[in-house]
Nanobody, 112 residues
Framework: QLQLVESGGGLVQSGGSLRLSCLASGEIYNSYAVSWYRQAPGKERELVAHISSFDDSTNYVDSVKDRFTISKDRARRTVYLDMNNLKPEDTGKYYC?????WGQGTQVTVSS
């Protein structure tokens, strides 16, 4: 059974950086698509970044393009979300998802 655990969130000042990690345990195939979502208080969960299963092509929501990077480390069964030049509007709980399975999320708070 696939399980996902996110980590790396925290409190950071505007303009700072964080690296989020999503560790997959249990049954997982070598090729898998992964998405990072975030949910701010009072708002719906939104897709932030996606990496495909076959060629590792990536897609981002416009608001994070050129600031966030999603990547996979298959050997470590980990997917990363590198976040640079963080803004207060990036605040929220970040979740990773693989094949409909979700982690518990990690909180990111960006102060102005």
């Amino acid at each position: 059974q696939l399980q996902l655990v996110e980590s790396g969130g925290g409190l950071v000042q505007s303009g700072g950086s964080l690296r989020l990690s999503c560790l997959a345990s249990g049954e997982i195939y070598n090729s898998y698509a992964v998405s990072w979502y975030r949910q701010a208080p009072g708002k719906e969960r939104e897709l932030v970044a996606h990496i495909s299963s076959f060629d590792d092509s990536t897609n981002y929501v416009d608001s994070v393009k050129d600031r966030f990077t999603i990547s996979k480390d298959r050997a470590r069964r980990t997917v990363y979300l590198d976040m640079n030049n963080l803004k207060p509007e990036d605040t929220g709980k970040y979740y990773c998802s693989i094949a409909g399975v979700w982690g518990q999320g990690t909180q990111v708070t960006v102060s102005s």
